[in-house]
């Protein structure tokens, strides 16, 4: 009868081991489920500030890279201002007209940009013969 129960507390001991292994087993699974779904949740929670920040940041530093110092070939002075190219659309100024000239801020207002569809080689005041 020893003997006998001490086979059962053995096999006992068993089932108690794979059925301890087997939820050590399922709980490491759902502890990478949860590790997975908690870190996905850490990206979507930090990208707002991230985005936050960055925004902070350019308020602070605001962009001056459209600031350059250039020649404006309308006014014809050297300014630090925003550049802007553009053909030229200025018939009346034949040192301008359809080149691809320096803008500042100031004079593109008064320089119309040249569209291709609608300059007429034929038409045009200052052809050369
Ligand atoms: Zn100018």
């Not at 979507?44 to 020649?71: A, D, G, R, W």
């Not at 550049?83 to 100031?106: N, Q, V, W």
């Amino acid at each position: 009868m020893g003997e006998e129960i001490t086979e059962l507390e053995q096999k006992l001991k068993e089932a108690q081991n794979s059925v301890d292994s087997l939820l050590l087993e399922q709980l490491t699974e759902q502890n990478k489920e949860y590790k997975q779904i908690i870190s996905k949740l850490e990206v979507k929670i930090n990208q707002p500030y991230k985005t936050m920040s960055e925004l902070k940041n350019e308020v602070k530093n605001p962009i001056k890279e459209q600031e350059k110092t250039f020649f404006c070939d309308n006014c014809q002075l050297t300014k630090t201002d925003i550049l802007t190219k553009r053909k030229a659309d200025c018939p009346f100024e034949p040192r301008l007209h359809g080149r691809m000239i320096y803008l500042c801020s100031s004079c593109l207002p008064y320089v119309k940009e040249l569209s291709e569809v609608n300059f007429e080689k034929e038409d045009n005041p200052y052809k050369v013969n």
